[in-house]
């Protein structure tokens, strides 16, 4: 195994040479003309403060306005970041928590309780909803995207759930791509890294007719195994096509049309029992395939009176093969309409419903009851911004929702927001928000660990699902300012205290022997349940300050403090999630340079505290970019990434996968508009 092993890296990593000589030299003999000029001068400060945002309300706002701790990563940030995918982007958000596993697998989350199946956060693509519920978590590797057609990047620290619903429970990240009447032209970029780590796009837009617009790319990635202190393994590679098309109906009608499709094969190591092979634990190369696609189209209707009607509706199929076979299917349709009540009432009410149908095909150690699940979600909210005063404004809402598990939720919220001027907001907010249950709390089953007992053979720690489980969760309070302090500096700070309950837990039951499978072992279970509670608090704070109009610095921290416990009547013992998972102190700096000839220098540090899980150091990050546009027709950049340590480990997963390095990487990117 270790052998072919490899003999297969070495000739992949030959390949992968050729593949990144041959992707360069094709971006540098493209020829033609851009119809899109490239955009050298950047946004203000007071432009990004009145940035439209609508992952808050479902309606526009401007970004200097909103009551709640919004980050928003622009597609300037994207450019100047050196960072290669979304997960690697969200870095840069104070508060949230960003750890590499391995090269295809990430742990994200928000103010703590971070693990691979993190499910208390959740995540969009143009509002389309992308967990899965085999565990209310993402498929970080299916989320996939070229990062050029990213509009921007809306990252909602603290619930979001009066609006968005089950799994807005510690925040909402809303990854929001550009119209394609912006897209217009072709664009081929390539880029290849030190770390023998490949990606290229060709993409091409135009016009429709007379109303419409129209862009189309195919995307191929390739990365080879990272280095690794026990031998695991992660080379992938990825094909992936997708198109968009915006259409002006008329004058008070749009349409949009869009759709996906990803095709994937990765490698992994993982450490596992087999349920029919107790007790020995196997330590193998795993391979992991991926097909998924997804539709989505959007109406928006605005009325003669100015209220606005949004309906949505997209299809989402996955089939991948990961210690198991799980195939998910979802439909959903959500409707909203926005409204003026007089001069005071701003209100925006909505509906949905989604269905999601899941199969599971039995792996290694986990079974999921039949095999066989289906799920529907109903749910309504309603959210009104009452105006008090000219400086002074209520917002008040609720969700109620109906899921297959805990039956109806609500969770409601109330903000207030104080602007004393046009430059500064200060806010205060309450709200609940929940975690929808997911099929492996009501009916998975896995053998979790085998130890051996002196004299009395092995004994197998299994973990039971209990269809009887409640929604974990939270109640929120926060603080909030955000000001222009002048015209060369913000400042956006938030203080926020979390209660959780019902947090999930394993409760041990009454051990037992068994013959079934052999040999004879003692049986140790413990059952699903929602004996857990936790108080958290702490301050998240960014600032911009432009020390000239060519030099931007930019800085985040995070302090946060997790306090997790279980209820007097619970004998738990084991949590889903502990304060181990999660730093308690992160810190950022990035710092963006126009130099003369057209010349960009930028320069990202970041820190992340220690983990207690591991346990996992603490580590400081620092990234450099060196970026030319060459006319207006080519982009070509040289980043260096982790350069002040050659590797290290930056999670260790609870769920069998062994994780690899991050390494020290030098890339090269290439970017021709025509």
Not at 451 to 466: C, E, K, M
Request: hydrophobic fraction near 35%; charge should be neutral.
């Amino acid at each position: 195994m270790k052998s072919a092993w490899s003999i297969k890296r070495n000739t992949d990593n030959h390949g992968a040479r050729h593949l990144c000589m041959g992707m360069i030299c094709m971006a540098m003999t493209a020829i033609a003309q851009t119809t899109t000029p490239v955009d050298l001068t950047g946004a203000t400060l007071e432009d990004l403060m009145n940035i439209q945002i609508t992952s808050v309300s479902k309606k526009g706002q401007s970004l200097s306005k909103v009551a709640s701790s919004i980050y928003v990563i622009t597609q300037d940030d994207i450019r100047h970041s050196g960072m290669t995918s979304v997960p690697e982007l969200l870095r840069m958000v104070p508060g949230v928590e960003v750890a590499r596993i391995n090269a295809n697998t990430w742990a994200i989350s928000i103010r703590g309780f971070n693990y691979r199946y993190s499910g208390k956060v959740l995540v969009l693509i143009d509002g389309r909803s992308v967990y899965t519920s085999l565990f209310s978590g993402v498929y970080w590797d299916q989320q996939t995207m070229p990062l050029e057609n990213i509009d921007r990047i809306e990252v909602i620290r603290g619930p979001g759930g009066t609006v968005w619903g089950a799994n807005a429970m510690n925040g909402v990240i809303n990854v929001i791509t550009k119209s394609a009447t912006v897209t217009h032209g072709g664009l081929v970029s390539v880029q290849a890294d030190s770390e023998s780590t490949a990606k290229a796009l060709a993409q091409y837009g135009g016009a429709a007719g007379a109303n419409g617009s129209y862009r189309v790319y195919g995307r191929y990635t390739r990365n080879e195994n990272s280095p690794s202190g026990n031998l695991a393994i992660d080379a992938g590679h990825a094909l992936q096509m997708g198109f968009r098309s915006d259409w002006n109906l008329g004058a008070r009608d749009k349409l949009t049309l869009q759709g996906d499709m990803l095709g994937a094969s990765e490698a992994e190591t993982i450490t596992t029992l087999f349920s029919n092979r107790l007790p020995d634990y196997y330590t193998f190369g795993d391979h992991v395939h991926v097909a998924a696609g997804n539709f989505l189209g959007r109406w928006n209707h605005t009325f003669a009176n100015g209220s606005e009607a949004t309906a949505q509706i997209y299809y989402d199929r996955y089939r991948r093969f990961d210690q198991g076979l799980n195939i998910q299917s979802t439909g959903d349709f959500d409707f909203h309409y926005h409204l003026r009540a007089g001069e005071r009432n701003d209100i925006v009410v909505g509906g949905s419903y989604r269905l999601t149908d899941q199969n599971f095909t039995n792996g290694y150690e986990v079974t999921f009851g039949t095999g066989h699940r289906r799920d529907n979600l109903f749910s309504g909210f309603v959210q009104d911004e009452v105006k008090l005063t000219n400086s002074v404004s209520l917002t008040m809402g609720t969700k109620i929702e109906h899921n297959s598990y805990t039956g109806y939720e609500y969770e409601p919220s109330i903000q207030l927001a104080w602007s004393p001027s046009s430059r500064q907001t200060a806010w205060a907010s309450a709200s609940k928000a929940i975690q929808q249950p997911h099929w492996l709390f009501a009916e998975g089953q896995g053998d979790g660990a085998a130890v051996p007992i002196p004299g009395a053979g092995i004994a197998i720690y299994r973990l039971i699902g209990n269809p009887k489980g409640a929604a974990p969760t939270v109640f929120d309070f926060e603080l909030g300012y955000r000001a222009e302090l002048s015209k060369r500096m913000t400042l956006d700070t938030t203080v926020f205290l979390g209660n959780y309950k019902e947090l999930e837990t394993l409760d041990p039951q009454t051990p037992y022997f068994t013959l079934n499978p052999a040999p004879a072992h003692l049986v140790l279970p413990s059952v699903f349940g929602n004996l857990g509670k936790a108080k958290t608090y702490g301050i998240e704070t960014s600032a911009h300050w432009d020390v000239t109009k060519r030099w931007r610095i930019s800085l985040g921290y995070g302090f946060l403090q997790m306090n997790v416990s279980q209820d007097a009547l619970g004998n738990s013992t084991y949590f889903a999630t502990t304060s181990g998972d999660s730093p308690k102190y992160q810190a950022k700096f990035r710092s963006t340079m126009k130099l003369p000839h057209h010349v960009d220098w930028d320069i990202s540090a970041y820190y992340v505290g220690a983990l207690a899980s591991g346990p996992v150091p603490s580590y400081t990050r620092l990234d450099t970019r060196l970026g030319r546009h060459i006319g207006e027709f080519i982009d070509i950049s040289i980043a260096g990434q982790n350069l002040l340590g050659p590797r290290r480990v930056e999670f260790l997963d609870g769920a069998q996968i062994n994780p690899t390095e991050t390494a020290r990487a030098i890339s090269l990117s290439i970017t021709r508009h025509f």
